[in-house]
């Protein structure tokens, strides 16, 4: 396949279970409940059975099946600053040979409008396609609905 850019595409396939992933379900859980967490996988490692690990980190702490005498120094930072900002990225460490994936799951922004008028309705639709939760606020019945209603009363 040929990238219009002209640059090469990396892709990392693994199996993803409880039993291949056992800090899976706490991910799942933290990320429903709205907890910003974050999992780095370990890409590349001179050690191949560190191929694969995987470390969840949280603001306050971390744990996984990466072994610690495996973690290049400054990984838990690097993923915490990821995890802060809400980005995704790749952390390498040339001295080491050793490339770490972090993905962080933060819950979306959120975005609150006052007035239920047309402005409103389109600052909404915008905030609903940029993956916000949108809160529309207007004491007037016509323009409220309940959860479980229908969104759209235009």
Do not use: K, W
């Not at 890409?43 to 306050?60: F, I, K, M, Q, S």
């Not at 040979?97 to 819950?107: D, I």
């Amino acid at each position: 396949m040929g990238l219009t850019c002209g640059g090469t595409l990396e892709v990392f396939v693994e199996p993803v279970n409880t039993r291949t992933f056992p800090e899976l379900a706490e991910v799942i859980g933290s990320a429903r409940s709205g907890i910003p967490v974050a999992v780095a996988t370990v890409l590349d490692h001179p050690r191949p059975e560190a191929v694969g690990a995987h470390v969840v980190v949280r603001a306050n702490g971390h744990y996984g099946s990466l072994h610690p005498s495996d973690a290049p120094p400054g990984l838990m930072d690097g993923a915490r600053e990821l995890l802060r900002r809400g980005d995704s990225g790749l952390l390498a460490y040339d001295t080491e040979e050793v490339r770490v994936f972090v993905r962080p799951l933060v819950p979306p922004a959120r975005m609150l409008l006052f007035g239920a008028g047309d402005f409103a309705a389109a600052l909404a639709a915008i905030g609903r396609t940029m993956d916000y939760r949108v809160t529309v606020c207007d004491a007037r019945p016509l323009f409220g609905y309940r959860r479980g209603e229908p969104e759209s009363r235009q």
